[in-house]
């Protein structure tokens, strides 16, 4: 069964901190893999895709890594923000068509 | 700017009650989506739509159906809301079958009394 799992469920972390969110896929055949940030009572917004090639990928603070063999992802937050506080949510594509499954997401919130 | 618009953001209806929750993107695009995300479990698709007049079923779809009509509208109706249906819905788009990105709504919080 094709499962996208993330960890950590929640995170607290102090304001100018680094963090890192896991996600774990065991989607076959792989498409890409996209992350997306959840901000609250919004809906989600693309941060980065990762096509199979692909091992790490930056928008600004956010670095998204891939590790195709192990099927791991991770999105890396530099220096975070007050703004940063929202659900990230994983999603993997199937290699075929618009077959995404989805994780359950990692909730982050940055306190100052 | 591109946009998804979801035509309620928060409603609350009775148990029986027909509800109708109106989607509409100004992108164009052919494919649309409705999820429903609940704590705990992510997004969960309902059904989805790759044309005008044409519907696939997602994982969960009992208890809905979706009526398009129109290229730019998807609308996700529960023709007898029950209590278990209460969630946040989220309308998404995305242009064909490649990289696929999603287009989301605001959402909307639908509860059921």
């Known amino acids: 069964k094709n499962q996208v799992e993330q960890s950590p469920q929640s995170l607290i972390i102090l304001e100018g901190k680094n963090c890192t969110l896991q996600?774990?896929?065991?989607?076959?055949?792989?498409?890409?893999l996209r992350w997306y940030k959840q901000d609250t009572g919004r809906g989600p917004v693309s941060l980065t895709i990762?096509?199979?090639?692909?091992n790490t990928k930056s928008n600004g603070r956010y670095t998204a890594t891939l590790d195709a063999d192990t099927k791991q992802s991770s999105l890396h937050i530099t220096a975070s923000q007050l703004s940063d506080s929202a659900s990230y949510i994983c999603?993997?594509?199937?290699?075929?068509?618009?077959?995404?499954?989805f994780g359950g997401g990692t909730r982050l919130m940055v306190k100052p | 700017d591109v946009k998804v618009t979801q035509s309620s953001r928060y409603l609350v209806k009775r148990t029986g009650e027909k509800v109708f929750l109106e989607c509409v993107q100004d992108?164009?695009?052919?494919?649309m989506f409705w999820y429903r995300q609940d704590p705990g479990l992510g997004l969960r698709l309902i059904y989805f739509?790759?044309?005008?007049?044409?519907?696939e079923k997602g994982d969960i779809p009992e208890g809905y159906s979706v009526s398009r009509e129109k290229k730019e509208r998807f609308s996700l109706i529960l023709e007898s809301a029950s209590t278990n249906q209460t969630s946040m819905y989220l309308c998404?788009?995305?242009?064909?079958?490649?990289?696929?990105?999603?287009?989301f709504g605001e959402g909307s919080r639908l509860t059921v009394l």
């Open positions: 990762m096509t199979f090639s692909e």
């Open positions: 999603v993997v594509s199937l290699n075929a068509g618009n077959m995404l499954t």
């Open positions: 992108m164009d695009h052919e494919n």
């Open positions: 996600c774990n896929y065991t989607v076959s055949p792989f498409s890409n």
């Open positions: 739509s790759y044309d005008v007049k044409m519907k």
């Open positions: 998404a788009s995305n242009r064909g079958i490649d990289t696929g990105e999603l287009f």
